[in-house]
């Protein structure tokens, strides 16, 4: 069969890859590299965002979901991290003021482990010693000083006491309720009953003496209380100065090591003076014990001066790169753990625990913006960080206001980080659309784009992917005509000649299986075969939907033509997406055409089927009508138009071209070949416009076509807009080659309605009409009739 004029020759339906444009026998001989491929654009925002140092210029990156975001940024940010400093460390340790309001520590990177360490050792350090001075003699002899002192003090007391009573006839008794005084009669203490039966005057007497008596008592009492106090003050005073003794030696060490950091030195001056005024229960003096002890129960009185260390640099060189996948609350801004004990909780400072947010200060954090979402609190939380530049760790149940109760309220940490979030454009839309925070906060936008143009370098930087994937991952390398092959397939995910794609996982993926396939067959390095076998698996895993669709026209389920010709019948082509995996189909487009004055009546349409822009391209034909063969008469026509079989929603416009040529083989009576199939949409002045999906269309067709047998008329029209588009497998560029199949691009509708009819279209003439016997002028002259025969039926 001779090719017609319109036919694409088969070298343009797809880019072939010379081996040798890849420069290298075989990826093994690639030096590594840490380039990000294909982002220019993307890579430029980063080095701006990264550079400003101002609030707010936070980035987004925005891109799909394969196009190695989170991959390339961390590769970039890798090395830009490695040249700046690493953050300080932070603890928590207990505010001895405030316990409810722990402290916040910072010190230099590595001192916070150490510090922590020499804390531990400090407190035991100060238990033995402690425990050493004061079991020592020469505590006990000046303790015992103290004591002898006041004991003869409050023997002189009580002598004097004795004496005044004893003056005025009475006796000071020492009994288990105090001291009380009793009258001496006839030489012997006398009761309240023996000084009842007593003559009046000798009461009012004994009385009187006593009242007096009982006012130098409660004196000598009162100085007896003083020298209690004065004893304990003593003792106090001699505690104090012997554990000062012990622990400035303990504290001196620590000074000298961590001094240097104020807030270290003072709250190392806190611990002293802390456990000078705990010195009993540190001692063991004082032992509370509750009414059930239970195991583990026992408080540790030097628990109070652990340190906390939440945020640890000491292994970190440069600084923090923090990629947090499950960025909720509790995972980016810490929490305040607590343990049950008989039924109540209980928390201290040593149970605060710091998130994400804490690791990467001074650094990056990076953040997945659908998951971060997905919990209002942690964004919201997110949002006030960076305008604060503070870190509170708070409880979550209190900040949702779900129970009021004390707990702690640890003191706020400055945040300084670039906080980087990844997401989808569409995300990005919303969020700058809908949150104003969002906008004055992440300031810069670095986009990911899914393709980069082919060409040469472009070539040999997917080379250096191939050669970095295998290396980090253990894969056999690959030679240069698998290389090639990748690239060919780089090409058919872009869905463009000129054009190759970045969606590196998708690569990654298909480079992992034909490495397998090279292990299995034992082979050095994985060839070309190894990458269209995978290829051809990839396909074969996911097309069972295909196969039954293709089987269904088969057996005659799916009325589908391909040879012969009909009127007003033609072979339209959408594409099926399940996911992963995506395959045209061929539908058959109807139109029928009859007396009326309905117009153009999408069936889909009226049968709430059709989505709004099917319906869209369906009434961009009338336009077309009225504007090509309504100038002189009225269209007095009812159309009708269907995708026949179509039980689901028709959605899109790719499909109106065909049901346009359907339309005007109903009007001008002309057939149209079956063997041919369409795609593209139209405009108003008739011009083809491209559409998604060629490659599956065209072999989604070529399937159908060999499944009921190939006889070489057969082929697909396409917008000539879309031949760059066309990435064709094998299969299909044989059957061109041997004139089995064709591929016929167009520019306008004229052109695709002569290819179905073999009819010429037709020019239009300077009166308006058109070439007698041509396709437009069989259309005009049965409009014109239609509408001189509607004259006949008047309203």
């Known amino acids: 069969m001779e090719p017609m004029p319109w036919e694409l020759p088969p070298e343009r339906a797809r880019w072939r890859c010379p081996p040798q444009l890849v420069g290298y026998g075989c990826t093994e001989e690639i030096p590594p590299t840490r380039e990000i491929i294909g982002q220019a654009r993307a890579v430029r925002a980063l080095q701006f965002g990264l550079r400003v140092k101002r609030r707010g210029f936070n980035i987004y990156v925005a891109g799909h979901p394969g196009t190695g975001r989170k991959t390339a940024i961390l590769s970039f940010l890798e090395e830009l991290a490695e040249g700046m400093p690493t953050p300080p460390d932070w603890c928590y340790v207990n505010n001895f003021k405030d316990p409810s309001r722990p402290r916040a520590l910072r010190l230099p990177p590595g001192k916070g482990v150490a510090f922590k360490r020499a804390m531990e050792a400090f407190v035991e350090e100060m238990r033995r010693e402690l425990r050493r001075v004061f079991e020592s003699e020469e505590y006990a002899r000046r303790r015992e000083e103290v004591l002898k002192a006041v004991e003869e003090e409050r023997g002189r007391l009580r002598r004097e006491v004795d004496e005044t009573a004893s003056k005025e006839g009475f006796v000071v008794q020492r009994t288990p309720v105090g001291l009380i005084i009793a009258p001496i009669v006839e030489g012997r203490p006398i009761t309240d009953r023996e000084l009842a039966h007593l003559p009046e005057p000798i009461r009012r007497e004994v009385a009187r003496r006593k009242e007096a008596l009982e006012e130098g008592l409660r004196e000598a009492l009162r100085r007896f209380r003083e020298l209690d106090r004065r004893a304990?003050?003593?003792?106090?005073?001699?505690?104090?100065?012997?554990?000062?003794?012990?622990?400035?030696?303990?504290?001196?060490?620590?000074?000298?090591?961590?001094?240097?950091?104020?807030?270290?030195?003072?709250?190392?001056?806190?611990?002293?003076?802390?456990?000078?005024?705990?010195?009993?229960?540190?001692?063991?003096?004082?032992?509370?014990?509750?009414?059930?002890?239970?195991?583990?129960?026992?408080?540790?009185?030097?628990?109070?001066?652990?340190?906390?260390?939440?945020?640890d640099n000491s292994e970190l060189e440069g600084a923090p790169t923090i990629l947090e996948l499950s960025p909720t609350y509790k995972r980016l801004f810490g929490v305040v753990e607590k343990v049950a004990?008989?039924?109540?909780?209980?928390?201290?400072?040593?149970?605060?625990?710091?998130?994400?947010?804490?690791?990467?200060?001074?650094?990056?954090?990076?953040?997945?913006?659908?998951?971060?979402?997905?919990?209002?609190?942690?964004?919201?939380?997110?949002?006030?960080?960076?305008?604060?530049?503070?870190?509170?760790?708070?409880?979550?149940?209190?900040?949702?206001?779900?129970?009021?109760?004390?707990?702690?309220?640890?003191?706020?940490?400055?945040?300084?980080?670039?906080?980087i979030l990844i997401g989808s454009p569409f995300l990005y839309l919303l969020l700058y659309n809908l949150d104003r925070e969002f906008r004055e906060l992440f300031k810069v936008k670095a986009e990911f784009d899914t393709v980069m143009d082919r060409n040469p370098e472009n070539v040999k930087k997917y080379a250096c992917f191939v050669s970095n994937l295998c290396r980090k991952e253990g894969l056999k390398h690959l030679d240069a005509s698998a290389v090639a092959a990748v690239v060919e397939y780089g090409c058919r995910l872009a869905g463009d000649q000129r054009k190759l794609s970045t969606r590196f996982a998708d690569l990654a993926d298909v480079i992992r299986e034909a490495s397998f396939y090279a292990e299995e067959e034992g082979t050095q390095y994985v060839s070309r075969r190894h990458v269209e076998k995978a290829l051809e698996e990839k396909v074969y895993r996911s097309n069972l939907m295909q196969e039954r669709v293709r089987e269904m026209i088969e057996r005659g389920f799916l009325l589908i033509d391909v040879e012969g010709e009909e009127v007003g019948q033609v072979n339209g082509l959408a594409v099926i997406e399940l996911g992963d995996y995506r395959f045209g189909r061929p539908n058959r487009v109807t139109a029928t055409v009859s007396l009326g004055r309905d117009g153009i009546i999408d069936i889909e349409r009226?049968?709430?089927?059709?989505?709004?822009?099917?319906?869209?391209?369906?009434?961009?034909?009338?336009?077309?009508?009225?504007?090509?063969?309504?100038?002189?008469?009225?269209?007095?026509?009812?159309?009708?138009?269907?995708?026949?079989?179509?039980?689901?929603?028709?959605?899109?416009?790719?499909?109106?071209?065909?049901?346009?040529?359907?339309?005007?083989?109903?009007l001008s009576g002309r057939p149209i070949k079956q063997g041919i199939a369409v795609t593209g949409s139209v405009n108003q002045k008739g011009e083809i416009q491209a559409v998604r999906g060629i490659n599956e269309k065209?072999?989604?067709?070529?399937?159908?076509?060999?499944?009921?047998?190939?006889?070489?008329?057969?082929?697909?029209?396409?917008?000539?807009?879309?031949?760059?588009?066309?990435?064709?497998?094998?299969?299909?560029?044989?059957?061109m080659e041997k004139g089995l199949f064709h591929i016929y691009p167009v520019k306008t509708v004229d052109e695709g309605i002569e290819i179905l009819t073999g009819v010429k279209a037709g020019e239009r003439l300077p009166d308006g009409s058109y070439e007698e016997g041509s396709i437009n002028h069989l259309i005009q002259r049965r409009l014109i009739e239609m509408a001189e025969r509607i004259k006949e039926y008047p309203d």
């Open 232 to 311: 304990k003050r003593l003792l106090v005073k001699l505690d104090r100065e012997v554990a000062r003794y012990a622990l400035t030696p303990l504290l001196s060490e620590l000074l000298e090591e961590y001094g240097d950091v104020e807030e270290v030195r003072d709250y190392l001056k806190e611990v002293e003076e802390d456990i000078l005024e705990n010195l009993p229960p540190i001692l063991g003096r004082e032992k509370q014990e509750a009414p059930f002890p239970l195991p583990g129960m026992e408080e540790d009185p030097t628990r109070r001066y652990r340190v906390n260390l939440v945020v």
């Open 341 to 419: 004990k008989m039924g109540a909780l209980f928390t201290d400072y040593t149970m605060i625990r710091a998130g994400s947010a804490h690791r990467a200060n001074g650094g990056f954090l990076i953040l997945p913006v659908e998951p971060l979402l997905s919990d209002p609190l942690a964004w919201s939380t997110l949002k006030r960080a960076i305008m604060n530049e503070t870190l509170e760790i708070e409880d979550i149940v209190e900040r949702l206001g779900l129970l009021s109760t004390k707990t702690l309220r640890p003191e706020p940490i400055p945040f300084d980080a670039k906080v």
């Open 606 to 666: 009226e049968a709430k089927t059709g989505g709004p822009i099917h319906t869209k391209g369906v009434l961009i034909l009338s336009g077309f009508l009225s504007e090509r063969y309504a100038q002189q008469v009225p269209l007095s026509l009812s159309a009708r138009l269907v995708f026949e079989q179509s039980y689901s929603e028709v959605e899109g416009d790719s499909a109106s071209s065909a049901e346009l040529y359907a339309l005007l083989s109903a």
């Open 698 to 735: 065209v072999e989604g067709f070529y399937e159908v076509c060999k499944a009921l047998g190939l006889n070489g008329g057969q082929g697909v029209i396409i917008p000539e807009s879309n031949v760059d588009n066309l990435v064709l497998r094998d299969e299909v560029l044989e059957a």
